[in-house]
């Protein structure tokens, strides 16, 4: 009996100590509330900041003495003690200067501190950044602050994650002053010498970013003892020499991203089973393609490989980007011995080589992605969404998310003959295609009608003959259509988005007519009853055939918009969108200078419509 109530009454305590502490509110101490408010009144509001935010919003606005700081935004406190852990006022349009005096730095128990995405006015990094002993993660990245690190940052000895991202300086001396745990390391810090060798020291390093760092010289070969590195990028810098072969082989590495330095010598084999992105582009690397490449997303483009076409790349299940654009590849392109070849593929890129041959149908047969599209969603379907949104990292979510969005065929400058193949009119999900300036021949496929999601379609300067198809005037999101320097002939097809075009569209092909290069094809327009010339005018029109017109331009222009705004989701929520830019970039250009003439050519072809018809 006196057992069973002395486990009572320790179970009563334990209720009354539970229930106690849990109600208590978080006790902050008054000088922690001085220093926030005094930290605050230095610095103002200013919306014009944060832009690069999706979401920014004045934190500080709600910090008054009417409550305590511990319920302010921003602000975390511990829940024992009181005193003021984390402090995250990133995207919060703050604008001003943090001198070394300021009541920031008495906040001495912070253990992450984040005043990323602000304008700080090029402040100096204060030294006294380096006091606060508890932090274990500091970001002042895109705020504005210029100036050589201090040095004192290394007496941080909890730090294991700092970015700072901007127009800073770090001596190649004071480096290896930088802590033994770091594990994330951000860029854009202005490096004045070498790649420092100490960098492989940092062995619990789990991500590198430090493109744009005027790094120069080559990759120490210490790197390759990074074994913890899951991300390595280092575009945009210059440097030079071969890349270590033991980068490739880092057992954690899963991003790669070294293009737009002065890489040179060959590819050599190696070993890994964790890559899935590597990004090489823009430097003079040459030889062959090692075969042991096996990722996710692949840009080779704008070196010096001379090779044939990698036709075992056709066997990896999960390749989605293909780019090996402007190299030395050549020959034609053999797929026989590959069945179900590209299967998750969503943009290849081809253009600027030297391939030859027929383009084989067995190429196109398999494209699961550029095949499936999703009523739904109004979108491409990608198969295997739900494993990307759960298992790989944000990054990588950011551009699977534009892939959803986004698929593209360029082919273009190359030495391609023969027919196009009928089959490609299957890929419903392509929003690009480009086959221009070949050696193509025969008719344009009927079967291009059915590419219900192309908004931009280059088959200028082959030799295509025939009649452009009809069914090409159903596809009602085609913004840019270029078949200029062919040898059609013909009646131009009349459609909503046909009436968009201009004659530079169709020059060089001495046998078409019909608007808009001349004014007769031996057809008539049948108007709707209440569509008359009168009613044609630059300021209204109650004509079926507007607002047909008007559907149809919508419709191209919201495809557009939302492929657009998919990119800006990408540069944002990442940070890391150079190497993608620039390969949809480059393929959206003429679509963007289509659009821009688009409202003056609706104008005035009412106008003409009037001659034509």
Same mark, same amino acid.
């Given at each position: $009996?006196?057992?069973?109530?002395?486990?009572?009454?320790?179970?009563?305590?334990?209720?009354?100590?539970?229930?106690? =502490?849990?109600?208590?509110?978080?006790?902050? &101490?008054?000088?922690?509330?001085? =220093?926030?408010?005094?930290?605050?009144?230095?610095?103002?509001?200013?919306?014009?900041?944060?832009?690069?935010?999706?979401?920014?919003?004045?934190?500080?606005?709600?910090?008054?003495?009417?409550?305590d700081c511990c319920s302010w935004d921003g602000v975390i406190c511990d829940e024992m003690t009181g005193h003021v852990i984390e402090l995250d006022l990133s995207c919060s349009n703050l604008a001003g200067t943090i001198d070394s005096n300021s009541s920031l730095f008495q906040l001495s128990h912070l253990q992450r501190l984040d005043l990323s995405l602000n304008n700080?006015?090029?402040?100096?990094?204060?030294?006294?950044?380096?006091?606060?002993?508890?932090?274990?993660?500091?970001?002042?990245?895109?705020?504005?602050?210029?100036?050589?690190i201090p040095s004192e940052i290394s007496h941080l000895s909890k730090l294991q994650s700092l970015r700072l991202y901007g127009r800073l300086r770090l001596i190649a &001396?004071?480096?290896?002053?930088?802590?033994?745990?770091?594990?994330?390391?951000?860029?854009?810090?202005?490096?004045p010498h070498n790649f420092p060798e100490s960098m492989g020291y940092l062995t619990s390093?789990?991500?590198?970013?430090?493109?744009?760092?005027?790094?120069?010289?080559?990759?120490?070969?210490?790197?390759?003892?990074?074994?913890?590195?899951?991300?390595?990028?280092?575009?945009?810098?210059?440097?030079?020499?071969?890349?270590?072969?033991?980068?490739?082989?880092?057992?954690?590495?899963?991003?790669?991203?070294? =293009?737009?330095?002065?890489?040179?010598?060959?590819?050599?084999?190696?070993?890994?089973? =964790?890559?899935?992105?590597?990004?090489?582009?823009?430097?003079?690397?040459?030889?062959?393609?090692?075969?042991?490449?096996?990722?996710?997303?692949?840009?080779?483009?704008?070196?010096?490989?001379?090779?044939?076409?990698?036709?075992?790349?056709?066997?990896?299940?999960?390749?989605?980007?293909?780019?090996?654009?402007?190299?030395?590849?050549?020959?034609?392109?053999?797929?026989?011995?590959?069945?179900? $070849?590209?299967?998750?593929?969503?943009?290849?890129?081809?253009?600027?080589?030297?391939f030859s041959g027929n383009l084989p149908s067995s190429l196109f047969q398999h494209l699961k992605a550029m095949r499936t599209i999703d009523p739904s969603m109004g979108a491409p379907r990608y198969h295997g969404d739900t494993y990307y949104e759960d298992s790989i990292t944000v990054a990588t979510k950011g551009f699977v998310r534009?892939?959803?969005?986004?698929?593209?065929?360029?082919?273009?400058?190359?030495?391609?003959?023969?027919?196009?193949?009928?089959? $490609?009119?299957?890929?419903?999900?392509?929003?690009? $295609?480009?086959?221009?300036?070949?050696?193509?021949?025969?008719?344009?496929?009927?079967?291009?009608?059915?590419?219900?999601?192309?908004?931009?379609?280059?088959?200028?300067?082959?030799?295509?003959?025939?009649?452009?198809?009809q069914q090409l005037a159903s596809l009602t999101y085609l913004s840019f259509l270029n078949l200029s320097h062919n040898h059609l002939q013909g009646c131009i097809p009349q459609g909503p988005q046909f009436y968009t075009y201009e004659s530079n569209s169709y020059e060089g092909n001495d046998g078409l007519r019909g608007f808009p290069i001349s004014k007769s094809c031996g057809y008539a327009r049948v108007l709707d009853t209440n569509d008359t010339v009168s009613g044609l005018d630059d300021e209204e029109s109650n004509s079926d055939f507007q607002n047909d017109f008007w559907k149809g331009a919508l419709m191209g222009y919201g495809s557009g918009l939302c492929i657009g705004l998919s990119i800006i989701y990408f540069m944002v929520s990442t940070g890391k969108p150079i190497w993608l830019a620039r390969i949809i970039i480059g393929m959206e250009h003429k679509i963007i200078l289509g659009r821009r003439k688009k409202q003056r050519r609706q104008r005035n072809y009412r106008r003409r419509n009037i001659n034509h018809f």
């Open positions: $009996m006196d057992y069973a109530i002395v486990l009572l009454l320790v179970f009563l305590c334990h209720e009354v100590f539970t229930v106690s =502490s849990s109600k208590l509110p978080h006790l902050s &101490h008054k000088h922690q509330t001085s =220093s926030l408010l005094k930290f605050k009144n230095t610095l103002t509001v200013d919306t014009s900041t944060s832009y690069l935010c999706q979401e920014p919003y004045p934190k500080t606005s709600s910090w008054n003495m009417s409550r700080f006015s090029n402040s100096h990094i204060s030294p006294e950044f380096g006091k606060f002993s508890s932090l274990t993660h500091l970001d002042l990245s895109d705020s504005n602050f210029s100036g050589q &001396h004071d480096f290896k002053l930088f802590l033994q745990n770091l594990t994330q390391l951000i860029d854009f810090v202005n490096f390093l789990c991500y590198l970013y430090l493109q744009n760092c005027n790094l120069r010289g080559p990759i120490p070969e210490s790197l390759s003892k990074l074994t913890r590195i899951e991300d390595l990028y280092l575009q945009y810098n210059s440097l030079n020499g071969t890349i270590p072969s033991g980068i490739f082989s880092l057992p954690s590495l899963s991003r790669l991203v070294l =293009s737009n330095n002065h890489f040179s010598g060959q590819f050599e084999d190696f070993n890994s089973n =964790s890559l899935n992105l590597i990004d090489l582009s823009n430097n003079q690397l040459q030889g062959h393609l090692p075969n042991s490449i096996q990722n996710l997303l692949l840009d080779l483009g704008n070196n010096n490989l001379n090779d044939t076409f990698p036709v075992w790349l056709g066997a990896l299940p999960d390749l989605l980007v293909l780019s090996l654009r402007s190299n030395k590849l050549h020959g034609p392109i053999r797929t026989s011995s590959i069945e179900n $070849m590209f299967p998750e593929l969503r943009i290849i890129d081809l253009s600027y080589n030297a534009i892939l959803y969005l986004y698929t593209a065929i360029d082919l273009s400058t190359n030495k391609f003959r023969g027919k196009i193949p009928s089959i $490609m009119g299957d890929l419903i999900a392509v929003h690009i $295609m480009n086959l221009s300036h070949n050696g193509l021949q025969g008719h344009i496929p009927s079967s291009f009608g059915d590419l219900s999601s192309v908004e931009s379609l280059d088959l200028s300067g082959n030799q295509l003959s025939g009649e452009i198809p």
